[in-house]
């Protein structure tokens, strides 16, 4: 018997690379190739990249300049770089570095064991990054056997119209498609078939599925949500992410009429002012956002809110920053991730002229989390005394002889139990101590 050629897949970034990875690994593994976790074995490496932030892309750069050795000991060795960078610099990537065989665009992993075949058999590097004619998500069914196997992920569109300014996604995942509606219901069904009970939709701005088809076949977001809450099995309900200015009042009306809907949203207001607002064309207002939060509090009291927030943006003053501040304490976010200021090419804000220092968008960093970790803590305490439903994720790694599971709310919540749990069992406690980062709650008998 031929022994498999093993595969390894390093994964940057979001959750749409970690599902594009799952993809590639179930490609390659129908096309005879076996993964391995041990990067050392592999015959074929691919390095998913991500540009969201500079971080992120000198990590890829510098595992792929790392590899660069193994190639030249091992000339059969199969490197590929996928996801945002790769296609962001395409015919560059392979100047800078020799030693990679393949540079595949988000749009074309589908292709990646035919780019392969071709890899073995061509010594020069291939890019593969042109956006294909009429591109169409292909149905796929995910392995059960790779992945948790109570919770996922389902992709329902890839990429964005919105180009707020900062943004490189419109450029490296291209305009918005959205997935099929019976292929996503196909594959929800299927995996609720295989024991998953909770479901993430994801896309780079979910409220706008369906936009890009025709009148007759258009279903919305909302509309997608109760299809999809209604499928046997499943009992909770997720989607990331959501532009504000998309969040829509039947959307909103969804948190009051589904039951499996988790009582979460994460919504980004990137800033409280409304002229940096306008410059990263995000398309809402600071009273416009507020509107919607106070909408969305009336239709679901309990839900929990998270945020992104980016400081020290081209032409952010201290006035704009104290209003972003201000917003912080209007809103009282359940968390946030927040962020400085960094341009990445070939985004519009590229053009501005940076106004804020390094030092000054450090400063402003601080004085936003140290802030914003005290409302957490405050918001964490104010479920003392409360009754949830966690799903157990498994044994904590708090302390000995506790649990550890999620909150529809999205906290981790730990509990003490010498019961034995299954990962996706769902349990109810009462919340007993609010921590930074995470819940501590009682099993209730
Ligand atoms: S909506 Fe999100 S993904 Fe789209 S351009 Fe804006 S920040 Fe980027």
């Known amino acids: 018997m031929t022994q498999k050629k093993l595969f390894y897949i390093e994964t940057f970034g979001c959750q749409m690379n970690d599902r594009d990875s799952e993809i590639m690994a179930q490609l390659l593994t129908k096309a005879s190739y076996q993964s391995t976790k041990d990067i050392d074995t592999a015959d074929a490496i691919i390095v998913n990249t991500c540009s969201i932030r500079g971080k992120a892309e000198q990590k890829a750069y510098s595992l792929l300049g790392a590899l660069r050795r193994r190639k030249k000991d091992n000339p059969a060795l199969i490197i590929a770089a996928t996801g945002c960078v790769a296609q962001q610099e395409g015919q560059k990537m392979l100047t800078r570095m020799p030693h990679v065989d393949l540079v595949i665009g988000p749009k074309q992993i589908y292709q ?9 058999s061509q010594p020069q590097g291939i890019v593969s990054i042109d956006k294909p004619k009429s591109f169409h998500i292909p149905p796929y069914l995910p392995s059960l056997n790779q992945g948790l196997p109570y919770k996922r992920f389902v992709t329902i569109m890839q990429g964005c119209n919105n180009f707020c300014t900062y943004c490189i996604v419109p450029y490296t995942r291209g305009r918005e498609i959205s997935r099929d509606v ?20 994801l896309g780079q701005n979910v409220n706008s599925y369906g936009n890009d088809q025709t009148i007759d076949q258009r279903t919305n977001f909302s509309s997608l949500l109760r299809q ?14 959501s532009n504000p200015k998309d969040l829509s009042d039947e959307l909103m009306q969804c948190f009051a009429d589904i039951e499996f809907l988790c009582p979460h949203f994460h919504l980004p207001v990137q800033s409280g002012s409304n002229s940096v607002l306008k410059k990263m064309n995000r398309k809402y207002t600071r009273e416009s956002y ?23 943006f081209p032409g952010e003053t201290d006035a704009d920053f104290a209003e972003t501040m201000e917003l912080l304490e209007r809103v009282r976010y359940h ?53 949830m439903e966690l799903m157990v994720e498994g044994e904590s790694r708090a302390a000995d002889g506790q649990w550890a599971g999620r909150s529809g709310s999205n906290h981790t919540v730990n509990f003490m139990s010498l019961e034995k749990f299954v990962p996706g069992q769902l349990v109810r406690v009462v919340i007993t101590e609010g921590c930074q980062n995470s819940l501590r709650g009682k099993l209730v008998e």
């Open 112 to 120: 990646l064991p035919e780019l392969f075949e071709r890899a073995l």
């Open 182 to 201: 019976k292929d996503i219901l196909a594959e929800v069904r299927y995996l609720a078939q295989g024991g998953v009970k909770e479901i993430t939709l």
């Open 228 to 241: 999809v809450a209604q499928i046997k099995g499943i009992k909770r309900l997720r989607f990331t992410t």
């Open 290 to 312: 507020l509107e919607k939060v106070d909408k969305l509090r009336l239709y679901r009291p309990d839900i929990a809110l998270t945020t992104d927030i980016i400081v020290g």
């Open 335 to 387: 968390g946030a991730f927040s962020f400085k200021y960094s341009s990445r090419p070939p985004a519009k804000s590229c053009e501005f002229e940076e106004t804020v220092s390094e030092d000054e968008k450090a400063k402003r960093l601080s004085i936003l989390q140290k802030r914003q970790q005290e409302i957490t803590l405050e918001r964490n305490n104010e479920y003392v005394g409360s009754e």
